[in-house]
């Protein structure tokens, strides 16, 4: 079994994320696709982060699996989502 922590992942800038800086925190991975129904939650998922950043990192992942809702470059999902409040990788 893989370690968590051990596992590459790039950002939206593809810069690596290094997992092992959450160690003491709960990581929530989250599908995100900017062409999908439930965006709104985008809002609700930064108000769970902003309540419980001490012990939590809300990490999205741009996915286009489901229905093409996520067809667009890096530099389309970064212009439609805040960075800053959803890591996007």
Do not use: H, R, W
């Not at 999205?60 to 805040?82: R, Y």
């Amino acid at each position: 079994m893989t370690d968590i922590y051990k596992i590459n992942i790039n950002s939206l800038q593809n810069k690596a994320i290094d997992l092992s800086e959450y160690k003491n925190k709960f990581i929530l991975f989250v599908n995100v696709a900017s062409k999908c129904g439930f965006t709104s939650q985008y809002k609700e998922l930064e108000e769970l982060y902003n309540t419980y950043k001490e012990n939590l990192i809300v990490i999205g992942s741009p996915c286009n699996q489901f229905g093409s809702q996520e067809p667009g470059t890096s530099e389309d999902i970064e212009a439609f989502c805040k960075v800053n409040l959803v890591l996007l990788f």
